[in-house]
């Protein structure tokens, strides 16, 4: 954690700024709900000076509050103009979203305090390790169904089993072929000529038995 104070050097009442000063004593000397209730004080007065807000956000950080700590960062964040005190509420805000297992959260905010500052050691050890612990948690693809798996064998293996049947399948769904008219004429011509064929044979049985002397009685 950066347990860094600040004071505020700006346009700050000089009674805001003191009971700041009274919440970091208090807070060096460990008396830690005095030093919070000291900064709620001077919230109470300006709600959303970022001094304050970073300040209580330690204290509260050391009471285990850290949910309260996490939001007490944003509103530091989302207040100062200083980036020195945003890149420290960004690196304890992410201490204290991992803190609450939320790990997705703390790593945006690692990432936020080294888009400031990208020399800080700790800040980039911390991503580094919470993205490892990140991807080890992704779950790999679901496996598939041992029925699906089953069925596709089985038709697998049906086709190897009966060729000859998905040959016949394969025909059936091939469009039958159409005759040309050379083919036909040819066809046609064929038959023709084994009719001729026929009709001659039987006009040679019939001479051949008129030839024949009759029947001797």
Excluded: C
Aim: no cysteine.
């Amino acid at each position: 954690m950066a347990f860094v104070f600040f004071i505020n050097t700006n346009s700050f009442a000089q009674n805001e700024n003191a009971l700041i000063r009274k919440g970091n004593k208090l807070y060096k000397e460990k008396q830690f709900d005095q030093s919070m209730l000291q900064y709620q004080k001077a919230i109470e007065k300006s709600p959303d000076d970022p001094t304050s807000n970073y300040n209580l956000g330690n204290v509260q950080f050391r009471k285990n509050s850290y949910e309260d700590a996490a939001k007490s960062y944003q509103s530091t964040i989302d207040h100062s103009t200083d980036n020195s005190i945003k890149e420290n509420a960004s690196y304890n805000q992410g201490v204290a979203l991992i803190k609450q297992k939320k790990l997705e959260e703390s790593i945006n905010a690692w990432k936020n305090s080294l888009k400031i500052n990208p020399n800080d050691l700790d800040a980039r050890e911390n991503l580094q390790k919470a993205m490892q612990e990140l991807k080890s948690k992704t779950p790999p693809p679901p496996p598939q169904k041992k029925d699906d798996k089953k069925d596709q064998n089985k038709k697998d293996q049906d086709k190897k089993q009966d060729p000859q049947k998905n040959k016949d399948q394969q025909q059936q769904q091939q469009p039958q072929s159409k005759l040309t008219k050379k083919q036909v004429d040819q066809l046609l011509k064929a038959l023709q000529q084994r009719e001729n064929e026929a009709q001659e044979k039987m006009n040679q049985n019939k001479v051949k038995s008129l030839s024949q002397p009759d029947k001797d009685w």
